[in-house]
């Protein structure tokens, strides 16, 4: 599904991401990505969904490599994300937004997202008059639309309560299984990740430390030691 | 495309949908009869003086629906409008005088000329961000005005002497002296205005516009959702150039004659301060900026101190109007309606009229 070789971005000399290399192979997946801030998450990120060339490195997504494809592109092949801070069309209503995004992309059941986030109650106000949770809601429904076959979504519930957050997560375990798609989550809720989560990749100054399952993540002695601390 | 299957809601209803295409028909109708009344004022307003005054605030107001389309749909501002004014202008003289057309095919010719010029200053300059596309476009125009006063210019442009035309043939028969008359003139200017403001409303109201406002707030998203957001901001930017070509082909016609004066930027920011004063938020807005600011020159005129004047008022209305004089109608009958209906409805309702 996605694979991610020796993948590195530099800023001058100093190296957000530095030959990471990984592999999803399973569809219909939530895959999170945890790592202390500075880790290189967000580049990880923005180099695999073309915001950010790598300056080495290459992404295959399907068995085709996605390297130097320009951003729309890679969207109408199926590959959306969401950003940390909420990316939403402020002055457009959210029914505008999503079907302008839905007419672009084909999607073929938008009530569907529509219903699973919860928005018809917000449907007909303009975006950015809605609640900070509706509005990353509407943020995550924009990048659901159109079946796309990997969701990148950098710190979905940043600003949520815990309780959102839970639901946050229970709607994309949902629309993960049921729509087959695969999801990159970088998220700070660490008990939301390792709860939600199928595997975990786990990052350090821009250096992958481990990726497997949430048990074996959780159990590394470097994970612990850069990030989850002694209390996980 | 596929049908996106939208939730069920009031605003999709077959029955709210059959009432929202009986409203738009019944609409287009009034537009078409306004437009085909408008044809008749001279026989109503008889004196030349009035009819020379609104014809000049038409044209200028061709050109501020030009920008204000350009800065609602994109956030844009075109300071080198004049470019735009001035080319096609001296292009009408030029092709009559040095290629020999006839006046119609001069007109199309210099249309035709001046939109793909657009379309290659537009592949240079959409790119960059609202305030370095502002000052390219005023390099643009100050460039173009320094061609023409070229001294090896002179024996094409007139160089600072201007151009003074001379057509070969007529413009849908109507003859050189003819065209000059203001009553004569008028059904040419006022079908201009009407069609630039139809082409103006139809690309802001179709999906076209909805692209435009949608980069216009949040262009990386766009990317992120599939689409192109260059290609659809450089046809804008050729769309907008090409509705003030407009006025510059209507300038030569009714004038036969374009300077140097026309590619300046002071050309250029009458139609820019048109547009603020009544307001680019709605496709009218700028022209009715363009026939105050006209009445406003030809009054403070009158008195000697045309600048002084022009410059209080300009300061007075942007400063009490932020949203432009018909951004300030809009507002009073939105709080109206609000009130009237008590709902968010209403408000959304003319939100998507003022678009």
């Keep these: ?232 | 495309m596929n049908a996106v299957a939208a939730p069920p809601s009031t605003a999709s209803s077959p029955t709210r949908a059959r009432v929202v295409r009986s409203g738009a028909s019944s609409r287009w109708w009034l537009w078409l009869l306004v437009v085909a009344i408008g044809v008749f004022v001279p026989k109503v307003v008889t004196s030349p003086f009035y009819l020379s005054l609104v014809i000049n605030g038409m044209i200028l107001g061709v050109a501020a629906v030009g920008i204000g389309f350009l800065m609602h749909q994109c956030g844009l501002v075109m300071f080198g409008v004049a470019a735009f004014i001035g080319l096609p202008a001296y292009l009408v003289g030029l092709a009559s005088a040095q290629l020999g057309l006839g006046l119609n095919m001069a007109v199309l010719l210099a249309l035709l000329a001046s939109t793909l010029f657009a379309v290659l200053v537009g592949a240079l300059v959409v790119r960059a961000r609202p305030l370095p596309f502002a000052m390219l476009t005023l390099a643009l125009a100050q460039m173009l005005k320094s061609v023409a006063t070229l001294q090896a210019m002179r024996p094409l442009t007139g160089g600072d002497d201007g151009l003074a035309m001379t057509f070969n043939g007529t413009f849908l028969t109507l003859t050189q002296s003819e065209l000059a008359k203001p009553a004569v003139f008028w059904p040419v200017a006022w079908i201009a205005l009407c069609a630039v403001l139809t082409l103006a409303w139809c690309a802001g109201r179709a999906r076209f516009g909805q692209i435009l406002r949608a980069t216009q707030a949040n262009e990386e998203r766009m990317r992120f959702s599939g689409f192109d957001t260059y290609v659809p901001r450089l046809i804008a930017f050729t769309l907008a150039a090409f509705i003030v070509s407009v006025s510059g082909v209507l300038i030569a016609l009714n004038s036969a004659f374009a300077s140097a004066e026309l590619l300046d930027f002071a050309t250029g920011g009458h139609a820019l301060v048109a547009m603020l004063v009544g307001g680019g938020g709605t496709v009218g807005g700028p022209l009715v900026g363009a026939l105050l600011y006209t009445w406003g020159q030809d009054a403070f005129g009158a008195t000697g101190h045309l600048e002084l004047f022009t410059g209080i008022a300009v300061v007075a209305v942007i400063a009490a109007f932020p949203q432009g004089a018909t951004g300030f109608v809009l507002q009073l009958w939105r709080r109206e309606r609000k009130a009237d209906h008590g709902g968010g409805d209403a408000a959304r309702g003319a939100d998507h009229a003022a678009r």
Excluded at chain 1, 42 to 62: C, F
Excluded at chain 1, 78 to 88: A, P
Excluded at chain 1, 201 to 227: H, M, N, Q
């Design chain 1, 1 to 232: 599904m996605l694979r991610v070789e020796d993948l590195s971005v530099s800023y001058g000399n100093v190296h957000a991401l530095d030959g990471v290399s990984f592999e999803v192979a399973q569809r219909g997946v939530l895959h999170g990505i945890i790592g202390p801030n500075g880790a290189g998450k967000s580049t990880l990120m923005d180099a695999i969904t073309g915001r950010r060339k790598p300056t080495r490195g290459r992404v295959w997504v399907d068995g085709e490599d996605i390297t130097q494809r320009p951003v729309p592109w890679r969207r109408r092949r199926g590959m959306s994300r969401s950003f940390q801070r909420t990316s939403i069309f402020p002055g457009l209503t959210v029914r505008e937004q999503l079907e302008l995004v839905a007419s672009q992309l084909d999607e073929p059941d938008l009530a569907q997202i529509v219903d699973t986030f919860e928005l018809r109650d917000v449907y007909d106000e303009v975006a950015d008059s809605i609640a900070y949770g509706d509005q990353r809601r509407v943020d995550i429904a924009l990048a659901m639309i159109g079946e796309p076959r990997l969701m990148l979504l950098d710190e979905p519930a940043a600003g949520l309560s815990t309780t959102e957050t839970i639901a946050l997560f229970e709607h994309l375990t949902v629309l993960v299984r049921q729509r087959g798609v695969t999801a990159l989550v970088v998220e700070h809720d660490v008990d939301a990740v390792f709860r939600f989560c199928d595997a975990i990749t786990a990052l350090d100054l821009g250096k992958l430390l481990v990726t497997g399952k949430p048990a074996e993540v959780r159990a590394d002695a470097r994970v612990i030691s850069a990030y989850l601390g002694t209390a996980a």
